[in-house]
C-alpha cells in the first residue's frame, strides 16, 4: 500500500517505512498526520476522489531536521563595482511514516461540510437546477 501526500507546496509518494525529507515543520509535534490525494491499497484498488479517501490518513513521526545543500547567490553589476554574494541554506524535517489508513471512504462532500449539498438544498427549495 502506498499514498501520495501534499506536503510543504510538494507532493510525495509514500509507503509504510519510508523516510522522506519535507520542508520544515513548525512546533514540537512527534507524530504528524497527513489528508493523502491518492491512496493504492495491497489489493490494486485506487482512491484519488475526495468522496473515496473520506476519513483517510497518513501518520509520520518526526525523525529530525536537517539542512538542505548551500545555495550561494551572486549578483554583479557590469562597471559600477556593485558586487553582492549571499547565501541560503534550507532546514528540512525528517519524517518516517508510520502508518497509512485508507478510511472507510464512501464519505461524500456534503456530509464532510455537516450540510446537504447544492443540489440537495435547490430540491428542498423546489427549485431544481435553476428552474
Do not use: C, W
Not at 529530525?64 to 554583479?76: L, Q, W, Y
Not at 485508507?102 to 437546477?129: F, L, M, V, W, Y
Amino acid at each position: 500500500m502506498y499514498a501520495v501526500i501534499r506536503a510543504g507546496g510538494k507532493q510525495h509518494r509514500v509507503a509504510q517505512g519510508d523516510v522522506i525529507r519535507v520542508e520544515r515543520v513548525g512546533g514540537d509535534a512527534d507524530e504528524v498526520s497527513f489528508e493523502p490525494i491518492f491512496v493504492m491499497d495491497d489489493d490494486g484498488n485506487a482512491r484519488a476522489k475526495a468522496a473515496d479517501l473520506g476519513g483517510a490518513v497518513v501518520t509520520a513521526r518526526v525523525v529530525g531536521e536537517v539542512k538542505g545543500p548551500k545555495v550561494v547567490v551572486r549578483k554583479f553589476h557590469n562597471k559600477t563595482g556593485y558586487r553582492r554574494r549571499a547565501g541560503h541554506r534550507q532546514v528540512y524535517t525528517s519524517l518516517e511514516i508510520s502508518g497509512i489508513s485508507a478510511g472507510s471512504g464512501r464519505k461524500t462532500a456534503a456530509s464532510r461540510r455537516g450540510g446537504a449539498g447544492r443540489q440537495d438544498k435547490a430540491e428542498q427549495e423546489g427549485t431544481a437546477n435553476g428552474t
